[in-house]
């Protein structure tokens, strides 16, 4: 599970306004239009997408549940291998088909009557930025 807490810099009781603040700072420092490193677009994704769950409240409660569940579960895991005497090596199942993933993050700025939209496109690990500047 992706750790958002980590993608933006900050700890788990962390206020909406700090949320916003390392939000900001690290949009800044990782935009596209500021950083053309491939590490860096993929930062930026990172970013957006722990920003658009850690700033909604309801989104955030439904995340910090699941991360809680997940360490119940890994935790519970460790007692029955320890105390059960299964091997703690396990061999990962190989998937029967590929898995593919898709995400696009559209970011929108009105620059001095100028939209200026970037659009991000993460297609299996692959980034695509494509940019659009249009005159009001």
Do not use: C, W
Not at 52 to 68: A, C, F, G, M
Request: net charge positive.
């Amino acid at each position: 599970m992706k750790d958002y807490y980590k993608d933006l810099e900050v700890i788990k009781t962390a206020t909406a306004q700090e949320i916003r603040k390392s939000y900001k700072r690290l949009a800044l420092k990782y935009h596209p239009d500021k950083n053309k490193t491939k590490e860096g677009g993929i930062r930026f994704t990172h970013i957006l997408e722990a920003y658009e769950i850690l700033s909604d409240e309801n989104k955030r409660h439904n995340y910090d549940n699941q991360t809680n569940n997940q360490i119940h579960m890994n935790t519970g895991d460790l007692f029955n291998t320890i105390f059960r005497q299964t091997s703690v090596f396990k061999v990962p199942a190989q998937p029967t088909h590929n898995i593919s993933t898709h995400s696009t993050q559209k970011i929108i700025h009105n620059i001095n009557g100028e939209i200026h939209e970037t659009i991000i496109e993460n297609i299996n690990g692959n980034i695509k930025i494509t940019k659009k500047i249009t005159r009001q």
